[in-house]
Protein backbone atom coordinates (compact mmCIF):
# COMPACT_ATOMS: atom_id res chain seq x y z
CA UNK A 1 0.00 0.00 0.00
CA UNK A 2 1.33 3.67 -0.59
CA UNK A 3 2.80 5.45 1.83
CA UNK A 4 0.58 8.22 3.47
CA UNK A 5 1.52 11.62 4.06
CA UNK A 6 0.80 13.12 7.46
CA UNK A 7 -0.41 16.69 6.23
CA UNK A 8 0.53 17.99 10.11
CA UNK A 9 4.16 17.39 9.52
CA UNK A 10 4.61 18.76 6.06
CA UNK A 11 5.91 22.20 7.57
CA UNK A 12 8.83 20.22 9.06
CA UNK A 13 9.65 18.14 5.93
CA UNK A 14 9.53 20.50 3.58
CA UNK A 15 13.11 23.09 3.67
CA UNK A 16 12.82 26.71 3.77
CA UNK A 17 13.61 26.81 -0.26
CA UNK A 18 10.73 24.63 -1.09
CA UNK A 19 8.57 26.47 1.45
CA UNK A 20 9.69 29.84 -0.46
CA UNK A 21 9.12 28.00 -3.79
CA UNK A 22 5.89 26.83 -3.48
CA UNK A 23 4.66 30.06 -2.16
CA UNK A 24 6.01 32.32 -5.07
CA UNK A 25 4.17 29.67 -7.46
CA UNK A 26 0.69 29.98 -4.90
CA UNK A 27 1.61 34.13 -4.88
CA UNK A 28 1.48 34.19 -8.91
CA UNK A 29 -1.53 31.86 -9.03
CA UNK A 30 -3.26 34.27 -6.24
CA UNK A 31 -3.03 37.38 -7.81
CA UNK A 32 -3.41 36.47 -11.89
CA UNK A 33 -6.42 34.36 -11.35
CA UNK A 34 -8.95 37.41 -9.91
CA UNK A 35 -7.05 40.07 -11.31
CA UNK A 36 -9.82 41.91 -13.29
CA UNK A 37 -11.74 42.25 -10.37
CA UNK A 38 -9.25 43.76 -8.32
CA UNK A 39 -8.70 46.36 -11.13
CA UNK A 40 -12.64 47.20 -10.81
CA UNK A 41 -11.80 47.47 -6.75
CA UNK A 42 -9.41 49.31 -7.46
CA UNK A 43 -11.69 51.92 -9.92
CA UNK A 44 -14.21 51.96 -7.14
CA UNK A 45 -12.52 52.70 -4.61
CA UNK A 46 -10.66 55.63 -6.19
CA UNK A 47 -12.01 59.17 -5.13
CA UNK A 48 -12.86 61.38 -8.33
CA UNK A 49 -12.89 64.97 -7.71
CA UNK A 50 -15.08 65.36 -10.99
CA UNK A 51 -18.69 63.84 -12.11
CA UNK A 52 -18.92 60.23 -11.70
CA UNK A 53 -18.57 58.09 -15.09
CA UNK A 54 -22.04 56.70 -16.15
CA UNK A 55 -22.60 53.52 -15.35
CA UNK A 56 -22.17 50.35 -18.43
CA UNK A 57 -23.95 47.63 -18.81
CA UNK A 58 -21.71 44.47 -19.01
CA UNK A 59 -23.93 42.86 -21.38
CA UNK A 60 -23.18 45.74 -23.90
CA UNK A 61 -19.45 45.17 -24.08
CA UNK A 62 -19.26 42.47 -26.65
CA UNK A 63 -20.99 44.73 -28.84
CA UNK A 64 -18.93 47.62 -28.88
CA UNK A 65 -15.18 48.09 -29.60
CA UNK A 66 -14.51 50.89 -27.06
CA UNK A 67 -15.64 48.56 -24.45
CA UNK A 68 -13.86 45.70 -25.56
CA UNK A 69 -10.94 48.07 -25.31
CA UNK A 70 -11.86 48.58 -21.77
CA UNK A 71 -12.19 45.49 -20.83
CA UNK A 72 -8.77 43.81 -21.88
CA UNK A 73 -7.40 47.22 -19.97
CA UNK A 74 -8.63 45.44 -17.00
CA UNK A 75 -5.36 43.46 -16.98
CA UNK A 76 -3.20 46.35 -17.58
CA UNK A 77 -0.26 46.16 -14.58
CA UNK A 78 -0.35 42.24 -14.64
CA UNK A 79 2.94 42.26 -15.14
CA UNK A 80 3.79 44.34 -11.97
CA UNK A 81 2.01 41.74 -9.99
CA UNK A 82 3.86 38.60 -11.26
CA UNK A 83 7.37 40.46 -11.43
CA UNK A 84 6.57 41.39 -7.26
CA UNK A 85 4.36 38.22 -6.33
CA UNK A 86 6.61 35.67 -6.57
CA UNK A 87 9.64 36.99 -4.41
CA UNK A 88 7.47 38.83 -2.12
CA UNK A 89 5.14 35.39 -1.63
CA UNK A 90 8.04 33.23 -1.44
CA UNK A 91 9.46 35.19 1.41
CA UNK A 92 6.13 35.61 2.82
CA UNK A 93 5.47 31.53 3.34
CA UNK A 94 8.78 30.80 4.16
CA UNK A 95 8.49 33.41 6.95
CA UNK A 96 5.41 31.86 7.76
CA UNK A 97 6.26 28.67 8.21
CA UNK A 98 9.75 29.52 9.90
CA UNK A 99 7.57 31.17 12.62
CA UNK A 100 4.74 28.78 12.73
CA UNK A 101 7.40 26.28 14.08
CA UNK A 102 8.70 28.56 16.23
CA UNK A 103 5.53 29.97 17.96
CA UNK A 104 3.38 27.30 17.75
CA UNK A 105 5.54 23.57 17.12
CA UNK A 106 3.03 21.19 17.33
CA UNK A 107 0.19 22.31 18.93
CA UNK A 108 -2.64 24.22 17.90
CA UNK A 109 -2.22 27.98 19.47
CA UNK A 110 -4.57 30.66 17.48
CA UNK A 111 -2.44 33.20 18.96
CA UNK A 112 0.74 31.61 17.46
CA UNK A 113 -0.57 31.65 14.10
CA UNK A 114 -1.69 34.89 13.58
CA UNK A 115 1.62 36.00 15.39
CA UNK A 116 3.27 34.19 12.22
CA UNK A 117 1.45 35.21 10.26
CA UNK A 118 1.74 39.21 11.09
CA UNK A 119 5.70 38.04 11.07
CA UNK A 120 5.12 36.78 7.57
CA UNK A 121 3.39 40.21 6.23
CA UNK A 122 6.07 42.21 7.33
CA UNK A 123 8.01 40.77 5.25
CA UNK A 124 5.96 40.63 2.90
CA UNK A 125 4.71 44.08 2.40
CA UNK A 126 8.53 45.64 2.86
CA UNK A 127 9.03 44.14 -0.60
CA UNK A 128 5.65 44.18 -2.65
CA UNK A 129 4.34 47.88 -1.73
CA UNK A 130 6.57 49.24 -4.90
CA UNK A 131 4.66 47.12 -7.15
CA UNK A 132 1.20 47.08 -5.72
CA UNK A 133 2.20 50.78 -5.84
CA UNK A 134 2.93 51.01 -9.86
CA UNK A 135 0.15 47.72 -9.99
CA UNK A 136 -2.79 50.55 -8.75
CA UNK A 137 -1.64 53.42 -10.86
CA UNK A 138 -1.85 51.22 -14.01
CA UNK A 139 -5.41 49.92 -13.12
CA UNK A 140 -7.06 53.36 -13.03
CA UNK A 141 -9.19 53.77 -15.59
CA UNK A 142 -7.67 57.08 -17.37
CA UNK A 143 -4.06 55.52 -16.81
CA UNK A 144 -1.80 55.92 -20.10
CA UNK A 145 1.08 53.89 -18.73
CA UNK A 146 2.50 51.43 -21.42
CA UNK A 147 4.36 49.49 -19.67
CA UNK A 148 5.81 48.98 -15.59
CA UNK A 149 9.24 50.41 -16.02
CA UNK A 150 7.91 53.38 -17.94
CA UNK A 151 5.23 53.58 -14.88
CA UNK A 152 7.24 53.55 -12.19
CA UNK A 153 9.73 55.56 -13.90
CA UNK A 154 7.54 58.18 -14.46
CA UNK A 155 5.96 58.32 -10.69
CA UNK A 156 9.52 58.18 -9.46
CA UNK A 157 10.34 61.14 -11.63
CA UNK A 158 7.52 63.27 -10.79
CA UNK A 159 6.85 61.97 -6.68
CA UNK A 160 9.99 60.69 -5.60
CA UNK A 161 11.04 57.73 -4.07
CA UNK A 162 8.61 58.53 -1.63
CA UNK A 163 5.67 57.55 -4.03
CA UNK A 164 6.63 54.18 -3.68
CA UNK A 165 6.23 53.99 0.44
CA UNK A 166 3.73 56.51 1.36
CA UNK A 167 1.36 53.61 1.45
CA UNK A 168 3.45 51.26 3.58
CA UNK A 169 2.36 52.20 7.20
CA UNK A 170 -1.35 52.03 5.88
CA UNK A 171 -0.25 48.53 4.32
CA UNK A 172 0.73 47.18 7.34
CA UNK A 173 -1.41 48.97 9.30
CA UNK A 174 -4.00 46.42 7.17
CA UNK A 175 -2.37 43.59 5.94
CA UNK A 176 -0.95 42.42 9.73
CA UNK A 177 -4.70 42.36 10.99
CA UNK A 178 -5.94 40.85 7.49
CA UNK A 179 -3.17 38.18 7.38
CA UNK A 180 -3.53 37.53 11.24
CA UNK A 181 -6.90 36.87 10.97
CA UNK A 182 -6.87 34.81 7.57
CA UNK A 183 -4.05 32.83 8.95
CA UNK A 184 -5.92 31.72 11.73
CA UNK A 185 -8.92 31.52 10.25
CA UNK A 186 -7.66 28.85 7.91
CA UNK A 187 -5.32 26.72 10.54
CA UNK A 188 -9.04 26.60 12.51
CA UNK A 189 -11.02 25.58 9.63
CA UNK A 190 -8.16 23.14 7.93
CA UNK A 191 -8.34 21.56 11.72
CA UNK A 192 -12.20 21.87 11.55
CA UNK A 193 -12.57 20.15 8.52
CA UNK A 194 -9.76 18.12 7.97
CA UNK A 195 -9.25 17.00 12.15
CA UNK A 196 -6.85 13.86 10.67
CA UNK A 197 -4.34 15.85 8.78
CA UNK A 198 -4.31 14.08 5.83
CA UNK A 199 -3.34 16.09 2.47
CA UNK A 200 -7.10 16.95 0.56
CA UNK A 201 -7.32 19.44 -1.55
CA UNK A 202 -11.08 20.35 -0.95
CA UNK A 203 -10.17 21.39 2.92
CA UNK A 204 -7.58 24.04 1.46
CA UNK A 205 -10.21 25.26 -0.94
CA UNK A 206 -13.06 25.69 1.43
CA UNK A 207 -11.02 26.90 4.90
CA UNK A 208 -8.81 29.03 2.00
CA UNK A 209 -12.00 30.36 0.43
CA UNK A 210 -13.43 31.06 4.19
CA UNK A 211 -10.22 32.50 5.71
CA UNK A 212 -10.07 35.29 2.77
CA UNK A 213 -13.72 36.43 2.49
CA UNK A 214 -13.35 36.96 6.85
CA UNK A 215 -9.97 38.86 6.27
CA UNK A 216 -11.19 41.05 3.10
CA UNK A 217 -14.19 41.65 5.39
CA UNK A 218 -13.09 43.35 8.43
CA UNK A 219 -10.37 45.24 6.69
CA UNK A 220 -11.99 46.99 3.95
CA UNK A 221 -11.94 50.16 5.46
CA UNK A 222 -7.73 50.34 5.69
CA UNK A 223 -7.73 48.77 1.77
CA UNK A 224 -9.78 52.29 0.87
CA UNK A 225 -7.34 54.07 2.81
CA UNK A 226 -4.34 52.43 1.41
CA UNK A 227 -5.86 52.58 -2.31
CA UNK A 228 -6.40 56.46 -1.67
CA UNK A 229 -2.46 57.24 -0.94
CA UNK A 230 -1.00 55.04 -3.73
CA UNK A 231 -3.29 56.34 -6.35
CA UNK A 232 -2.76 60.36 -4.58
CA UNK A 233 -0.20 61.17 -7.70
CA UNK A 234 -2.52 60.63 -10.58
CA UNK A 235 -5.98 62.84 -8.62
CA UNK A 236 -6.94 66.31 -9.88
CA UNK A 237 -7.65 67.07 -6.54
CA UNK A 238 -5.29 68.99 -4.40
CA UNK A 239 -6.67 67.64 -1.00
CA UNK A 240 -6.20 64.66 -2.46
CA UNK A 241 -2.69 64.65 -4.04
CA UNK A 242 -1.49 66.21 -0.82
CA UNK A 243 -2.34 63.58 0.98
CA UNK A 244 0.36 62.88 3.83
CA UNK A 245 -0.49 59.65 5.16
CA UNK A 246 -3.10 57.49 7.04
CA UNK A 247 -5.21 59.64 9.30
CA UNK A 248 -5.36 62.02 6.80
CA UNK A 249 -6.48 60.06 4.13
CA UNK A 250 -9.37 58.70 6.23
CA UNK A 251 -10.15 61.80 7.13
CA UNK A 252 -10.75 62.54 3.38
CA UNK A 253 -12.60 59.75 3.05
CA UNK A 254 -14.79 60.42 5.91
CA UNK A 255 -15.13 64.00 4.72
CA UNK A 256 -16.30 63.15 1.19
CA UNK A 257 -18.88 60.45 1.69
CA UNK A 258 -19.07 59.38 4.99
CA UNK A 259 -18.82 56.45 6.69
CA UNK A 260 -19.89 54.34 3.82
CA UNK A 261 -16.86 55.55 1.76
CA UNK A 262 -14.65 52.97 4.18
CA UNK A 263 -16.68 50.31 1.85
CA UNK A 264 -16.19 51.50 -1.33
CA UNK A 265 -15.20 48.33 -3.65
CA UNK A 266 -16.36 46.26 -0.51
CA UNK A 267 -17.97 43.34 -2.74
CA UNK A 268 -15.33 43.20 -5.81
CA UNK A 269 -12.39 42.95 -2.96
CA UNK A 270 -14.70 39.90 -1.17
CA UNK A 271 -14.75 38.56 -4.53
CA UNK A 272 -11.27 38.91 -5.55
CA UNK A 273 -10.36 37.69 -2.11
CA UNK A 274 -11.89 34.91 -1.37
CA UNK A 275 -11.30 32.66 -4.33
CA UNK A 276 -7.94 33.93 -4.51
CA UNK A 277 -7.07 33.01 -0.98
CA UNK A 278 -8.39 30.06 -1.62
CA UNK A 279 -6.30 29.46 -5.11
CA UNK A 280 -3.33 30.45 -3.28
CA UNK A 281 -3.62 27.85 -0.42
CA UNK A 282 -4.32 25.15 -2.54
CA UNK A 283 -1.26 25.98 -5.01
CA UNK A 284 0.78 26.32 -1.82
CA UNK A 285 -0.07 23.35 -0.04
CA UNK A 286 -0.27 21.28 -3.17
CA UNK A 287 3.23 22.21 -4.00
CA UNK A 288 4.34 21.44 -0.77
CA UNK A 289 3.05 18.47 -0.42
CA UNK A 290 4.52 16.93 -3.66
CA UNK A 291 8.08 18.65 -2.83
CA UNK A 292 8.04 16.96 0.12
CA UNK A 293 6.31 13.89 -1.40
CA UNK A 294 9.46 13.84 -3.91
CA UNK A 295 11.96 14.62 -1.75
CA UNK A 296 10.43 11.68 -0.04
CA UNK A 297 10.45 9.10 -2.31
CA UNK A 298 14.41 10.31 -3.99
CA UNK A 299 16.08 9.70 -0.22
CA UNK A 300 13.61 5.81 0.40
CA UNK A 301 15.23 4.85 -3.36
CA UNK A 302 18.73 5.92 -2.14
CA UNK A 303 18.17 3.97 0.95
CA UNK A 304 17.69 1.14 -0.97
CA UNK A 305 20.13 1.28 -3.28
CA UNK A 306 22.63 1.82 -0.49
CA UNK A 307 21.23 -1.31 1.20
CA UNK A 308 21.73 -3.22 -2.09
CA UNK A 309 25.62 -2.58 -2.20
Excluded at 35 to 49: E, F, G, L
Excluded at 65 to 72: D, E, G, Q, V, Y
Aim: charged share 20%.
Amino acid sequence: MAEEYDYESLGNNTSMGQNALAGALAGVAEHCAMYPVDSIKTRMQVIQSGRPPVPVNPTTVAQHPSLKTASRNLWRGVNSVVLGAGPAHALHFATYEYCKEAFVGDGHHALGFAAAGACATLAHDGLMNPFDVVKQRMQLRDSTYRSVRECARQVYAKEGLGAFYISLPTTLAMSVPFQSIQFASYEFFRKYLNPDGQYDPKTHVIAGGLAGAIASSITTPLDVAKTLLQTRGHSLDPRIRNATGFWDAMSIIKQRYGMRGFFRGYKPRVLTNMPSAAISWSVYEYFKWFLDTHESAKKVSQDKSLIRL
